[in-house]
């Protein structure tokens, strides 16, 4: 995972989600703050481990859920930060750097 996939997969959510939130992102680490006005709805981090790509989610009130996959992360989120939307799938497909795959 580099920054801008990162930085690129949590505005497309956003973003597919019609969610009414802004991603403040961490300057040094890949860690994003989702907010609304002066809310903090969610801190979102992934991270290498020995065990491979971790995903933790923060949100006042609520235990931090951690995920290997992607998938049930974004499902995390969702709930958090757009309650009010339906679940969905998540199909991600594979493209060459520069394609607009990730966009489609």
């Known amino acids: 995972m580099t920054e ?3 930085r ?3 505005e497309g959510a956003l973003a597919l989600w019609q969610a009414d939130a802004q991603a403040n992102f961490s300057g040094d680490a890949m860690r994003c703050r989702i907010r ?3 809310e903090t709805l969610a801190v979102v981090a992934w991270e ?3 065990m491979g790509g971790v995903w933790r989610i923060e949100a006042p ?3 931090t859920r951690s995920h290997l996959s992607i998938g049930p992360a974004l499902a995390t989120l969702r709930d958090t930060v757009c309650p009010q ?3 969905g799938r998540v199909l991600f497909v594979p493209g060459s750097p ?3 795959a990730a966009s489609r």
């Open 4 to 6: 801008a996939r990162f």
């Open 8 to 10: 690129e997969l949590l």
């Open 36 to 38: 609304r006005g002066e």
């Open 48 to 50: 290498h481990t020995a």
């Open 61 to 63: 009130g609520r235990t």
């Open 85 to 87: 939307r339906p679940r």
């Open 98 to 100: 520069g394609d607009g």
